[in-house]
């Protein structure tokens, strides 16, 4: 495993322990070889490419392509050079192979804890005309079928040129049929499974709204037709990036399909002066040969443990309670109190305050910006409301939206060019509010300032991050005119520059990210906050089809998951507070609503979640993630984790409406050891993992909707009976 390179033949072979990805030079250019399954090093891999004979580059899977020299398909990057053609051609120089993985300056990327978890590859191409040159690094993990994917571009000329497309990776797959996996939606409803059939011509999703976006996720998945969770190869796609993104497939004329992902071109140049750099964002690609569950598990293990980083990464998640449904901008202190006391009785860990704590925040309309106590709510301020918190044995979280300025506030009153806006154009108000101008320094201090002075005198043990709107007017009075196109970028660099600094000096608190709920879910925030508030919509029904979608990507230990009160405040949907347990517990467990107003019947059950939370979390947030039944598909949900030892397993199974006269029905589990026989604690039954699997756990037959069930499995031995 890791990286061999036969020169004699220009070939570069990268193993991990299931797969192989080569490449090898023709006539100059790294050219697409391979992607599937391992091959051996004595296999004459050289010849494997077959173009029928047609040398043009029109046809040739080039591995960075162009455009302008004959290839009419998408490029992966287009320069304007100063006389100002357009008109590049990259051409291999030289290569290293680096032990380990190198990180990307300013920008997140996944990352190894030794050198021996995977090798880099660094291949170096230039344009002599244009004296640029571009570096295209492939980082490949041994244990896991992961390649990392990024591109460096280095202006070594005397004239300065523009990037006008800058994309991490591009790949050629070989003519066949393919399907596209995303996750489409919009507020309240993030995560939609998509699938569609890849027809001649180009199938893109991207954002343009400044943020990764709750329309279109910055993933895609490639997949042979028939595929399904368990069988059929998948090549998956993920951006390690939080702005504006692009993905598009491309089946040319021959039927084979060009894959390509990065930043947005939309909107888009980089100039570069003699001697500048610009780096990609990085790009996740991941290889099943055993279906979609599988690329997920691999992408669920590499983002807990080699993206999200800090003190929390391996921690189990703290249970809270957020008073945002209960009492909206309405409270003082002593409410807040009487909800943490509740809390505190019911065995909750973790007390939040949400919106509405800071300014004359008593709406939407104001404040944003003023991070200063509102002592008419808080006549104590903060840190008394903590203190009293704390007093009751629980943690104490807050929420800011430090991105964000109201038009009515001192600060917009002090600094109105603070915001991103073009002189002379209207400045479009979105939820009351402008978006502050992360590309200036002194716009990021201010805010770094003013969290810090709370996070150092207040004890805050948990901050949710929140964004609550997109960008528009995206210029910057600060940027020159020929840079004016790089704003929206410059932006997301300053939100991590932010990041980096306040989660740096502040570890111990538990950063979780949020963004009108999944607006921003996407690997480059979780690389500084280990957890997102994964929408808005608390819905148990609606939970269902996010959570199950979110999952196709991202750890379960990265979604937020709450309790919220009936009838729902999104849906106006009346469930049983056990269904909506069940559901919020296959995530960061917590609850959103007044517990003060529970029945005494009501409060028992909560204690009853709280405490089975707190035995199954760890398997919850750490566990493997089995998908069994898709609310996409169906009346019928159906998840299940398992430990790495496969000796312990949670099941959770839900149905949203009863059916009359229904027929037993079984659910077949997987992950299981089919040799070990596993105690269902619920009944005290033992049964074979092969039978669990094969013929399945009988459901139960309640007539009523809105059903769930969770069943907890032991190993007992190692020898089924």
């Not at 993920?238 to 993104?245: C, M």
């Not at 810090?452 to 207040?458: D, E, H, K, L, Q």
């Not at 790495?644 to 029905?665: G, I, K, S, T």
Request: some cysteine.
């Amino acid at each position: 495993m890791g990286i061999t390179v036969q020169e004699e033949k220009g070939l570069f072979h990268l193993q991990s322990k299931g797969m192989s990805y080569i490449v090898q030079l023709i006539n100059g250019y790294p050219v697409h070889v391979y992607w599937g399954k391992p091959l051996r090093n004595d296999s004459n891999l050289e010849g494997m490419l077959n173009q029928g004979g047609y040398t043009g580059l029109d046809r040739l899977p080039q591995e960075y392509p162009q455009y302008g020299s004959g290839d009419f398909r998408n490029p992966a990057y287009q320069a304007r050079l100063e006389d100002g053609t357009r008109v590049t051609e990259l051409r291999y120089n030289s290569y290293q192979v680096i032990a380990g993985k190198p990180s990307l300056e300013g920008l997140p990327s996944v990352y190894v804890e030794s050198a021996e978890e995977a090798d880099t590859l660094e291949l170096t191409l230039t344009d002599d005309y244009a004296k640029l040159t571009v570096i295209l690094r492939y980082t490949v993990y041994h244990e896991m079928d992961v390649i990392a994917r990024s591109v460096q571009f280095v202006n070594h000329g005397e004239s300065k040129l523009q990037l006008l497309r800058a994309l991490s990776a591009s790949v050629d797959l070989p003519a066949g049929e393919l399907d596209m996996i995303y996750l489409a939606g919009a507020w309240a409803r993030e995560g939609n499974l998509t699938r569609r059939r890849l027809m001649q011509g180009g199938t893109n999703i991207e954002s343009r709204r400044g943020m990764s976006g709750h329309q279109l996720n910055p993933f895609a998945a490639l997949a042979k037709p028939g595929t399904d969770e368990n069988q059929g190869e998948v090549y998956g796609f993920s951006l390690v990036y939080s702005g504006n993104f692009e993905a598009e497939a491309e089946v040319d004329s021959f039927g084979s399909t060009r894959f390509s992902i990065g930043l947005n071109s939309f909107d888009f140049n980089w100039l570069l002066e003699p001697g500048e750099k610009f780096q990609t964002p990085e790009v996740v690609m991941v290889y099943s040969a055993q279906g979609i569950g599988e690329m997920s598990r691999v992408y669920h293990r590499l983002y807990r443990t080699r993206l999200c980083r800090g003190s929390f990464r391996d921690k189990e998640r703290p249970i809270l309670v957020n008073n945002w449904e209960a009492t909206y901008f309405n409270f003082n202190t002593d409410k807040l109190e009487s909800i943490a006391a509740e809390a505190s009785k019911l065995g909750i860990e973790l007390f939040v305050l949400d919106d509405g704590w800071f300014g004359k925040r008593d709406a939407d309309n104001s404040s944003l910006g003023d991070w200063v106590e509102d002592l008419r709510k808080l006549p104590g301020g903060l840190n008394d409301l903590a203190q009293r918190v704390n007093g009751l044995g629980l943690q104490f979280g807050l929420w800011v939206e430090p991105e964000m300025i109201s038009p009515d506030s001192d600060l917009y009153r002090q600094h109105p060019d603070w915001c991103l806006h073009v002189p002379g154009r209207r400045r479009s108000e979105l939820r009351w509010q402008l978006v502050l101008d992360y590309t200036r320094e002194e716009v990021r201090e201010y805010i770094y300032e003013s969290l810090s002075r709370i996070f150092s005198t207040v004890p805050v043990s948990y901050v949710k991050w929140d964004m609550n709107r997109c960008l528009t007017e995206i210029g910057s009075a600060q940027i020159a005119p020929d840079r004016q196109g790089e704003t929206a970028h410059r932006y997301v660099l300053g939100l991590y520059e932010l990041l980096e600094s306040l989660t740096a000096r502040f570890p111990k608190i538990l950063f979780e990210s949020c963004c009108s709920g999944g607006g921003r879910f996407d690997p480059g925030m979780l690389y500084y906050m280990p957890q997102t508030w994964t929408s808005d919509n608390t819905d148990a029904v609606e939970r269902l089809k996010i959570q199950y979608g979110t999952s196709l990507v991202y750890p379960v230990s990265a979604m937020g998951a709450h309790v919220s009160a009936v009838p729902n405040h999104q849906v106006g949907r009346i469930t049983p507070l056990s269904f909506r347990g069940d559901v919020a517990m296959s995530g960061n467990f917590g609850y959103e609503l007044d517990l003060t107003k529970f029945t005494a019947e009501e409060k028992e059950l909560v204690k009853e979640q709280v405490a089975n939370y707190k035995e199954i979390r760890t398997l919850v947030q750490q566990g493997n993630l089995y998908r069994l039944q898709s609310p996409f598909e169906g009346n019928e949900t159906a998840w299940m984790f398992v430990t790495d030892d496969q000796r312990e397993a949670l099941v959770y199974y839900f149905r949203v409406m009863a059916v009359p006269n229904p027929p037993h029905r079984s659910l077949k589990l997987n992950g299981l050891n089919p040799d070990f026989n596993y105690t269902l604690e619920e009944c005290g039954e033992v049964y074979g993992g092969d039978r669990l699997m094969q013929a399945g756990l009988s459901l139960p037959d309640e007539q009523r909707d809105y059903v769930s069930g969770c069943y907890k499995l032991k190993a007992v031995d190692k020898t089924a009976q």
